[in-house]
């Protein structure tokens, strides 16, 4: 009977320091969230561009300026984005392979777009005034770059808008 009474103070002390245990965490995890969020990258500028045509399919390559302010190295994982030239819209391009961004850095990271080429000639038109003008052209990727931190995913929202000079423009064709 003694060991009866034991075990159930037992039982009961233990369930006590299970819910105390459970509320100071959860308390915790308001004031301090775990590792689950984590900062935006920043997307500093674009340089370096090149265009290829293979398969029938545009490849533009460019490096992209990326700050990292996470403790942690991000992935960029294959992501689709809509791509604009001078307001004419060439449709989807996609980053086909991982770029791994260094933890707590800003550096040069070599993105590679892969669209079809139908789009690109359609552009070449509308961006006949800009190159008239001098006033270079507008190149804005938009849309929702996957990418993650060890196990945790985020979808971060994209909209950057580069003024292409007239040489970079022509090396489209």
Known sequence: ???SSLNHL???LISCLTFVTTNTL???KEKNPLSTSFEEIELKAMKDFSVEKKNGKMH???NYVIKNPNKMAVVIKPSSLFLTIADQGCGWVRI???IRIKRKSEGEYRFMMVGNTENFVKSAFSSVWGLLTGNGIDFNIKGKLNAGIFLFK???KMDYTYK???EE???FF
């Open 1 to 3: 009977m003694k060991h």
């Open 10 to 12: 037992l039982i009961i």
């Open 26 to 28: 959860a308390v915790e």
């Open 60 to 62: 533009i390559g460019f």
């Open 96 to 98: 086909e392979e991982k």
């Open 154 to 156: 985020k979808k971060w």
């Open 164 to 166: 292409m000079t007239n």
């Open 169 to 171: 423009f022509m090396s």
